[in-house]
């Protein structure tokens, strides 16, 4: 099935025969679905902090910092905003010439409302010869739509969201990473320094480090501190190939096999390559105005206040059972790993072993919020493949959508994911974890998409909180609705939190 010339183009992408005849063999069988437990609740995996528990996790987390450890701020940033202008795109190509459905209304209505207003001005300027309202006035709403959109304007159907202006400022507009930039200096620096690593696509690296070079020493200034600011891009070693609908190999015109980005699981490399102690992670467009940012940093510093508390008491019984625990002190062990870390062994032996294997692993805290019908994940107490249950992020994909027991779990869970992640990545001897090591790679997920008219199969990854971070030990921490507010299309900056 595969020819020399295939061997040749896999070699290169730094990926083995064996990984290419496991992927297409997954077309096949497909992925198992999860077995689930029950949704999280409070009070059943996820904590919810009292005002004088917040106070004792804040002051945890800072006099950690205080001892010199090197936290990381991990940003994926590497996905286009073209999904933010799928309306407008359809208005630009659609067969009448007036705003005519509720978002487009919305969109012209409001249209001095969004930061990148007077860009956009200057290049209607510039391309029309006219501003944004004379050409309104003149009923040309297209060429305005057209000039955010296309190169010759802003081009913001094809940036990253990272570098669109998305936030309005007395002394300029921001983009979402220079104000993930304010906040790795609000809650992450540690030693007088913030780091910050984005994960970015090869094609928009240049623009990023050009937008670094203009911000950060601005930002340096105001906060008193120095950045060490780095990218990385998805390794091509974890593309994955594509299938026809009969699960041969999806070849371009020219007989080459067509490779994908393995989504946003692809990153456990990336994540395992920063040296750090502690790293926090937080998607691109969830990022408010200064105004709104003391409620963020107030959680974000809680929960690494959980997280470094649990892990302290996790290196203890670490060193206890080097040492060689009682019976007492193992009961007293177990009683954490049951309790503190929701892992049910569900009639395993829970002897010296199994709760060192319990322990010693990369430890995570998520914050969670009240689930207000956005798309995504939800924390679940879901089953391991060694019989154990622990708690879990699952995407709906992951769910038997004919068992009605699971879909009921999953429509009615209270909570979903935001993507707020603080995750401790070194052992109880200071040395860091392979992460890929944790991965459960059953929980991949296959999609239907389409190639010059032609259907395909994609595989993606287990994903980065989900099936990537499995084998982690995993805790939830309900916060505040205000910490989350993504940017999915273009009109949600039009929302007070953005203004």
């Known amino acids: 099935m595969l020819s020399q010339q295939d061997l040749k183009q896999i070699a290169q992408k730094g990926i083995s ?61 590497s996905g286009a905003a073209s999904r933010m202008f799928k309306n407008m795109f359809a208005f630009v190509d659609a067969d009448y010439d007036v705003p005519t459905t509720d978002f487009e209304k919305k969109y012209f209505d409001s249209i001095e409302k969004f930061a990148f207003y007077d860009a956009l001005d200057a290049a209607c300027q510039k391309n029309e010869g006219k501003g944004i309202k004379a050409l309104i006035a003149e009923g040309n709403y297209k060429a305005v739509a057209a000039n955010m959109l296309k190169a010759e304007g802003l081009n913001y159907g094809q940036l990253p969201k990272g570098l669109l202006l998305f936030h309005k400022y007395e002394d300029g507009p921001r983009t979402p990473m220079e104000e993930h930039l304010v906040e790795g200096a609000l809650y992450a620096a540690s030693n ?51 299938a026809n609908p009969d699960n041969t190999p999806f070849r371009n015109d020219d007989g080459s096999l067509l490779f994908r980005p393995g989504g946003h699981g692809a990153l456990i490399e990336n994540l395992n390559e920063i040296q750090a102690d502690i790293i926090f992670i937080k998607n691109i467009d969830n990022v408010v105005p200064d105004r709104l940012k003391p409620e963020t940093v107030e959680w974000k510093q809680v929960i690494a206040g959980v997280l470094v508390t649990l892990q302290k008491k996790a290196f203890e019984y670490l060193r206890l059972l080097d040492a060689g625990a009682s019976d007492a002190q193992l009961a007293e062990i177990a009683d954490f790993v049951s309790k503190c870390l929701c892992i049910d062994a569900k009639g395993k032996n829970v002897d010296a072993a199994y709760l060192r294997e319990k322990l010693n692993r990369p430890m995570r805290v998520c914050g969670v919020v009240k689930n207000v019908g956005e798309p995504g994940g939800g924390p679940f107490l879901t089953y391991n493949q060694d019989g154990t249950v622990s708690l879990q992020i699952l995407e709906s994909s992951q769910i038997d959508t004919n068992n009605e027991e699971y879909m009921k779990m999953f429509t009615q869970g209270t909570h979903f994911n935001p993507v707020d992640l603080v995750c401790a990545v070194k052992n109880y001897k200071g040395e860091p974890f392979n992460l890929p090591d944790f991965v459960d790679k059953t929980t991949g997920f296959i999609s239907s998409k389409s190639k010059a008219g032609k259907e395909l199969k994609a595989l993606e990854l287990p994903g980065l909180w989900n099936g990537a971070m499995s084998n982690w030990s995993t805790v939830f921490v309900e916060v505040p609705l205000g910490t989350f507010n993504p940017v999915k299309t273009v009109n949600d900056l039009l929302r007070d939190q953005h203004q």
């Open 17 to 77: 025969q064996e990984q290419i005849e496991n992927q297409l063999n997954e077309f096949k069988t497909g992925f198992p679905f999860l077995r689930l437990e029950a949704a999280a609740g409070i009070g059943r995996g996820i904590i919810a902090p009292d005002a004088d528990e917040r106070k004792k996790y804040e002051d945890a987390w800072n006099a950690y910092k205080a001892e010199g450890k090197r936290v990381v701020k991990f940003v994926p940033a």
């Open 192 to 242: 007088g320094e913030a780091h910050v690593h984005f994960t970015v696509s090869h094609e928009h690296m240049e623009l990023f480090k050009a937008k670094v070079a203009e911000k950060a020493d601005i930002f340096a200034k105001k906060y008193g501190i120095k950045y060490d600011i780095t990218f990385s891009e998805q390794k091509p070693s974890t593309d994955t190939v594509a």
